[in-house]
């Protein structure tokens, strides 16, 4: 390639990445001030009148931005990108900041599970920093019934899916299931419904005692 043609190619690069710098302007106004003329939002983003018409144009044909009579709006397709992201999101992105903020608050650990079939397994953790404290590890897994994460997990299932989860955990390994009072269970799942989260005290050999608090998120639950 000549000299000349990689001075144009590099050119076109330049311009290329000035357009986008630009439409983002436009964009980020629409967002932060509304719907605004074209003239308006040239001027507020100090772009030429010229090319923010053909950019609103642009974006317009991509769904980015709609016209509202003489105005220029965000378009309807960022509810679709916006929806996109959020099902890429990992869980632990969302309830790590929340996770640290309980733990700083009360210096305990604050474990994060999630249900999996007939289970309940540990997703991440942020650590208490006391000398003594509970400890647990990415992975670790026991039957969804088992304490109060489980009955939090569980405080949400209809009366239908609670008999078919104790119908399939008493046909399979799931520890204790066989032993439960089902009715009594439920009841309790019942308390925990209508306080919002499950408690779960033990006794240990050093003569002291733990108390586990699981509250169950759904509102990051995907259909």
Same mark, same amino acid.
């Given at each position: 390639m000549?000299?000349?043609?990689?001075?144009?190619?590099?050119?076109?690069?330049?311009?290329?990445?000035?357009?986008?710098?630009?439409?983002?302007?436009?964009?980020?106004?629409m967002r932060e001030n509304g719907a605004q003329a074209t003239a308006a939002l040239a001027e507020a983003t100090d772009t030429p009148p010229a090319f923010a018409a053909q950019a609103l144009e642009?974006?317009?044909?991509?769904?980015?931005?709609?016209?509202?009579?003489?105005?220029?709006? %965000? &378009?309807?397709?960022?509810?679709?990108?916006?929806? /996109?992201?959020? *099902?890429?999101?990992?869980?632990r992105e969302l309830a790590l900041p929340i996770m640290r903020r309980i733990r700083n608050e009360v210096d305990e650990t604050v474990i994060l599970c999630v249900r999996r079939g007939l289970r309940r397994i540990n997703i991440d953790y942020v650590e208490s920093t006391q000398a003594i404290r509970r400890v647990t590890q990415h992975g670790f897994e026991v039957p969804l019934h088992v304490g109060a994460a489980g009955r939090a997990l569980l405080s949400?299932?209809?009366?239908?899916? %609670? &008999?078919?989860?104790?119908?399939?955990?008493?046909? /399979?390994?799931? *520890?204790?299931?066989?032993l439960l009072d089902i009715a009594h269970y439920a009841q309790e799942l019942e308390e925990v419904r209508e306080r919002g989260f499950a408690t779960d005290r033990k006794s240990t050999r050093l003569n002291s005692s733990h108390l586990g608090i699981s509250y169950a998120v759904f509102c990051l639950k995907k259909k």
């Open positions: 000549s000299p000349q043609n990689q001075t144009a190619t590099k050119e076109e690069q330049r311009y290329r990445v000035e357009a986008v710098t630009r439409a983002v302007r436009l964009l980020r106004e642009t974006l317009a044909r991509h769904g980015l931005v709609r016209p509202l009579g003489t105005d220029w709006g %965000l &378009g309807l397709r960022w509810l679709k990108i916006a929806d /996109s992201r959020r *099902r890429q999101i990992d869980l949400r299932t209809s009366p239908d899916e %609670l &008999g078919e989860y104790f119908a399939q955990a008493t046909t /399979s390994a799931a *520890r204790g299931a066989k």
